[in-house]
């Protein structure tokens, strides 16, 4: 069936000298970079909800965005013509992964039951999609958070039956996603976290949270689905405040829960700078504490400071997050999913064509000069300079062996003096700053 995106062919790498505006000049899928081609390392996947499912509008008008899939035929009829529109967007841009809400892939019924039928009719269809696709399914999700029942909350909220409602979503959702192949199965709560601690008992509402995220990993184990369980970090918007808040957040609850070794993070770039960190910082974090899973990808902007998403643009941010990335040991079964919109004003399916080869070009062009870095040894070097003291033998033995008496009678001893040394904050920034943008990819 003919689609908006039907006409356009499939965009292709033409290397940096190309001026065809809808062309790869960087994103080359079968570069071979660190021993592996370049979309092994990238995983591309285009988001079901933004691209499918946005219409431009705002706080203060209305849609400007009509497809045809948005006002022909019956509900089901609208989420069939959305899943072939889909899927000719993944073949244009030639991108291997797609992820979904459930809420967005199908409509809605007036029970669960009705509900659960339609999604289930659309995950059907969507694999007969896929049948004819190279565009695999990255990772599912379920919506709690859009409908009035989960205004206090999905697995958080005072009223048991939302619980329930909300555990019965995600069983479907992870049964559908195992069912596409999917390698992944993501959880975010947009809404669990409170508006006002008057009304809010915190500790009741976190052992509530543990309590399903439990139930998950133990439903992941039982179906034999054999990809990552990942949390979604998000610290406000639409609540006040949200219980997991940044990677840091998220780790203590897997911790104390029991958790840590079962889900991992999925991480935003723009929930990163909501939190008042930078993506680089959160991928860093995640790498150190050993649960980086995979990426949303977008931006946020800084004059406005909401949750934006809008699509990358950033050269300098998006490499040392890929620098990240490749210290981390890479996205594994995880990949760079486009959680990201076109402008109001960007009403074409071209624009969303346009805003999708930006990005995955940016990426890529960030994953090279990342991998650069990392090759000539210029950056690590410094690094290792700076911490280089750690590597004499009575240093080692503070960290393994030495008590604290031991370590205060050492330093009384030695009488040691220690002098302040550089940081060299501004060569490592121009050491950079000349790598990046004069990479020679």
């Known amino acids: 069936m003919a689609t908006e995106f039907s006409e356009f062919d499939v965009v292709k790498f033409e290397g940096p000298d190309s001026t065809k505006a809808l062309a790869y000049q960087f994103y080359n899928a079968e570069k071979i970079v660190m021993g592996r081609p370049l979309k092994d390392h990238l995983r591309f996947a285009v988001a079901y909800w933004h691209s499918l499912a946005m219409t431009g509008g705002d706080p203060f008008g209305g849609p400007t965005i009509h497809r045809n899939w948005m006002s022909t035929g019956d509900p089901i009829s609208q989420a069939k013509m959305k899943a072939d529109a889909a899927f000719e967007l993944f073949r244009v841009l030639d991108v291997p992964f797609f992820c979904f809400h459930d809420a967005d892939m199908a409509p809605a019924g007036a029970t669960l039951a009705e509900t659960l039928k ?3 009719a659309m995950a059907d269809y969507l694999g007969d999609k896929m049948q004819t696709s190279k565009t695999k399914l990255l990772w599912g999700t379920a919506n709690l958070f859009s409908a009035p029942r989960f205004m206090a909350g999905a697995s958080t909220n005072p009223d048991p039956e939302v619980f329930a409602w909300s555990a019965a979503t995600v069983k479907h959702c ?17 809404r669990e976290g409170y508006e006002t601690l008057l009304n809010t008992d915190m500790k009741q509402e976190l052992d509530h949270m543990g309590r399903f995220l439990s139930l998950v990993v133990e439903y992941k184990h039982k179906i034999g689905f054999d990809g990552q369980i990942l949390i979604e970090p998000k610290p406000k918007e639409p609540t006040s405040h949200q219980y997991d808040f940044d990677t840091a957040t998220v780790y203590g609850f897997l911790k104390r829960y029991g958790l840590e070794n079962e889900v991992r993070v999925n991480l935003e770039a723009n929930h990163a700078t909501l939190a008042g960190h930078s993506f680089e910082h959160e991928i860093a974090t995640a790498g150190a504490l050993g649960i980086l899973g995979s990426l949303d990808i977008n931006r946020g902007d800084a004059l406005l400071g909401w949750d934006t998403d809008q699509f990358p643009n950033d050269l300098w941010t998006m490499t040392m997050s890929m620098y990240h990335v490749i210290k981390a040991g890479g996205l594994g079964k995880g990949g760079c999913n486009f959680d990201a919109k076109v402008r109001r004003q960007s009403f074409t399916p071209e624009d969303m064509i346009h805003a999708h080869v930006g990005g995955m070009d940016l990426c890529a062009r960030a994953f090279l000069t990342a991998a650069e870095l990392i090759d000539d040894g210029n950056y690590d070097a410094l690094l290792a300079e700076r911490y280089a003291g750690w590597q004499r033998p009575e240093a080692k033995a503070m960290l393994k062996s ?21 940081g060299k904050q501004e060569q490592i920034e121009n050491l950079l700053m000349r790598s990046i943008y004069s990479a020679k990819l």
Do not use: C
């Open 118 to 120: 339609n999604f289930h």
């Open 174 to 190: 992870m049964d559908v996603t195992k069912q596409l192949g999917g390698q992944n199965y993501v959880l975010w709560g947009g």
């Open 402 to 422: 030495m008590t604290l008496e031991e370590i205060s009678a050492r330093a009384e001893k030695d009488e040691i003096d220690p002098q302040p040394r550089s």
